[in-house]
C-alpha cells in the first residue's frame, strides 16, 4: 500500500493537514459574507425581493456573456425551468447521461418527460457528441413537428448535457448536431461556473443553461441555483414561472399559468454575491491545485494518468 | 371620505407612522438573527446540512406537539411532499378552497392530480365544513379502494383546508368528515404557525402539515417550509424525499425514488431559529394589534364588523 500512501502524502502536503480528515469540498468566506448577510438583516429585505437578487443576476448574466439571469432555489430548479421553457412537455423525451447527480434525471421527471442516456467521452466524463450522433442516426427520424424516436414514439425534446466536475464536455459539436436536427439544446451547467469552451462560457452554449450553487460548489448561496438565456424572451418568461407566473399588479394576485415558487431569497443572494466577487481568486486557486497534481501524476506517480483540461492548457496554467 | 380618513388615522396612530407608507408585513428582528448568521459563515456549515436545521426541526415539531419536523425550501414545496406522502398520485383529486395563495393548488399539480374547489365559511374564511359534507354527499361514492367523485370518476385522494392569514378554519369537524370518509387530511397551515383550536396546534389535526416561512409570515427564514407530521414514518420519508431520495452510504449516491432537492439550507435555519426564539413576543404584538381593532371597530367605527378569533376570545386577548 505504499502507493496509496505515496499520494496521501502529496495531498496531505498540498492541503497543509497532516493527521485530520480533509474534506472533499468547504465553502470558502473571505469576502463581505458576513457584511452582505448583516445588511438584509438591518434592511429587513430577506425574502422574495432585494437588491441581491438583482446584484447576482447582473453579475451571472455579465460573467457568462449571456443576456438574462435569473436567481433560483437551487440547480434541480434551475434545469426543471430551462427544461419546460426549451418546450418539453409531458411524455417528450430528454437525451441526456447517466454520469451526473440525481438532479438532471429528476429534472426531466419533473416535466413528467422521460430522459434518454447516451455515453460519456472518457476524456470529458461528459455527453459524447459521437453517443449522441449514433443515437440519432439509429432511432432519430425527423417530422415535421419535430425528431421523434422510432423506438419509442415519443418525440425528442431536448438534449441536456452535464459538465461533470465542471470539465467541459464537446459542447460546440453537441450544439451543431443540436443544430442539424433542430432539437433544442440545454446545459445543465450545476458544477461549471467559471469553465469555458474555446473562450465561451459553459451555459451560454444552448438555449438555456442551469448553474447550482449548492454547498459543494464552488461558490454558495447556501443553497441556489441560476438560469441563464441569451435569448432575452425566455429569460423574462424564466423569471416569470419561477415567481409563480404572478400577473404584475399593485394587490391582485392572477396566475396565468402554472409557476413556480422557484425564486432565490434575497438572504441567500446576499452570500452568494459576496462569492461571486472572489470567484476570480477560487479558480486560480482550483487551477493552482490542478497544477501540482498534474506534476505529481506526470513526474512522481505515473501509473496514473490525470485528466487533462484542455482549457487549462490554453489558459497557460500548465504546459 | 371622511370614514375612510377616520380608519387611516387610526392605523397611522397605531403604527406610530403619520405619512410614510404603511407596509402590510415586515419582518421585525429582535433577536440573534445577526448572530446566528456569523455562526453559519464561521463555521461554513451554509447548506446541506447544520445544527440551525437539526434545531429548527426540533423546535417546531415541539412547538406543535408533532413527532417530526422537516425543514424545506419553502411552504409549497411543503405542502407537494405532504400530499404525495398522505398518498395522492397523478390522476388524484384533492378536494381544497379557491381563498388562498395559489402555491395550494400548484402543490396539487406538482402532483400530476386535480384540485376540487369547496366554499369556505364566512366567519373563518377556512374550508366549510358543511360544504364538505355537502360535497361528498353529492359526488362522494366510497369504494373498496377509496372514496371517488361520480361525477368525473377520479379518486379523493386528500382534503386539504387551509388557515386564511392564521384564522384557524373548523379543523376540527372536518377531521371528523374525514375520518368518516376515510380520506386523508393535509393541513395547510403555511399562515398559521403559532395558530390554535381548542388548544390544538394548527398542522397537527390531519396526517401532515405544511408551514410556510415566507418574508410575509410571522416569522420568516428568508425562503423556508417545514412538514410536521404525529406520524413518525411519514415524518421519516417527508425528510428523504425532500433530501433526494439518496440510501445513506459513505459515498455512493443511489437514490431508490423520485426525490426532491427541497432540504433548507443551513442558513435560511439559521434565520429561523432566531426568529423562532421571538415567536410568542410576535403572537403577543399581533394580538394586541388585533385587540385594538377590535375595540375601534366594536365602539368608534361600528359599521365595520371586526372577524371575530374564537382563540383569543378563549385566551383572554379579548373579551
Known amino acids: 500500500m505504499m502507493k496509496t500512501n505515496h499520494f496521501a502524502s502529496f495531498v496531505r502536503e498540498l492541503y497543509k493537514e497532516p493527521n485530520e480528515f480533509i474534506p472533499l469540498h468547504v465553502p470558502v468566506f473571505r469576502g463581505k459574507e458576513k457584511e452582505y448577510l448583516l445588511d438584509t438583516i438591518d434592511s429587513t429585505f430577506v425574502s422574495s425581493v432585494g437588491k441581491y437578487v438583482d446584484d447576482v443576476e447582473k453579475f451571472c448574466a455579465n460573467y457568462t456573456d ?19 421553457l426549451a418546450g418539453v412537455i409531458p411524455g417528450d423525451e430528454v437525451i441526456t447521461q447517466a454520469l451526473t447527480f440525481v438532479a438532471t434525471a429528476n429534472a426531466i421527471a419533473y416535466n413528467n418527460a422521460h430522459p434518454v442516456f447516451v455515453d460519456v467521452d472518457l476524456d470529458t466524463m461528459g455527453m459524447s457528441p459521437d453517443a449522441l450522433r449514433s443515437f440519432l442516426e439509429e432511432f432519430g427520424e425527423k417530422r415535421e413537428d419535430g425528431v421523434f424516436n422510432t423506438k419509442t414514439g415519443k418525440l425528442i425534446a431536448a438534449v441536456l448535457p452535464m459538465h461533470t466536475f465542471g470539465f467541459m464536455c464537446r ?8 443544430q442539424e436536427w433542430g432539437i433544442p439544446l440545454v446545459e445543465d451547467a450545476a458544477e461549471a461556473l467559471g469553465s469555458k469552451s474555446e473562450g465561451q462560457s459553459a451555459g451560454s452554449f444552448g438555449l438555456l443553461g442551469a448553474f447550482s450553487f449548492n454547498g459543494n460548489k464552488i461558490i454558495t448561496a447556501g ?41 432565490m431569497p434575497n438572504i441567500n443572494a446576499a452570500l452568494l454575491l459576496a462569492q461571486m466577487e472572489k470567484l476570480e481568486s477560487y479558480r486560480l486557486a482550483k487551477a493552482n491545485v490542478y497544477k501540482q497534481y498534474h ?25
Chains 1, 2 share one sequence.
Open 223 to 263: 443553497g441556489g441555483g441560476i438560469i441563464v438565456s441569451n435569448d432575452a424572451y425566455l429569460g423574462q418568461q424564466a423569471k416569470y414561472l419561477t415567481t409563480t407566473a404572478k400577473k404584475p399588479h399593485p394587490y391582485e394576485y392572477f396566475h396565468d399559468e402554472l409557476g413556480y415558487n422557484f425564486r
Open 171 to 178: 459542447i460546440t459539436e453537441i450544439k451543431h448536431i443540436c
Open 295 to 319: 506534476e505529481f501524476f506526470s513526474k512522481v506517480y505515473k501509473k496514473i494518468e490525470l485528466m487533462p483540461i484542455p482549457e487549462a492548457l490554453h489558459s497557460g496554467i500548465i504546459g
Open 66 to 84: 449571456t443576456k438574462k439571469a435569473v436567481a433560483v432555489v437551487n440547480g434541480t430548479a434551475a434545469i426543471q425551468v430551462a427544461l419546460r
